[in-house]
């Protein structure tokens, strides 16, 4: 599976983002798409992830009430919806794909990752 997302930019605190990620190869074996980021000089956090059955969402804390995740099967795409941005969402986002073992989530491709710069 080929990940490749787009629509990071810099964008002003207080300000909207969305961006976009598009998955090809064999979409059939993945039931679950999300986004991660690594903010400049820390670890990776998880942001949300989407179950491309029935459209359940997951976020992080950092997130909730901000960040809108969705999905469109028929294009193979999960949309990251960014709002109330602050300089604290300053990351590389990377759109991830996988399956679940259990109740584990199994990261089968990572995308680039997509640059995201809030200024203050």
């Known amino acids: 599976v080929q990940l490749v997302e787009s629509g990071g930019k810099l964008v002003q605190s207080g300000g909207s983002l969305r961006l976009s990620c598009t998955a090809s190869?064999?979409?059939?074996?993945?039931?679950?798409m999300g986004w991660d980021r690594q903010p400049p000089g820390k670890a990776r956090e998880f942001v949300a992830r989407?179950?491309?059955?029935?459209?359940?969402?997951i976020y992080g804390d950092s997130v909730k009430g901000r960040f809108t995740i969705s999905r469109d099967n028929a294009k193979n795409t999960v949309y990251l919806q960014m709002d109330s941005l602050n300089p604290d969402d300053t990351a590389v986002y990377f759109c991830?794909?996988?399956?679940?073992?259990?109740?584990?989530?199994?990261?089968?491709?990572w995308g680039q990752g997509t640059q995201v710069t809030v200024s203050s």
């Open positions: 991830n794909a996988g399956y679940y073992s259990g109740r584990f989530f199994v990261v089968r491709s």
């Open positions: 190869g064999s979409t059939d074996s993945i039931e679950a």
């Open positions: 989407i179950n491309r059955g029935d459209g359940s969402t």
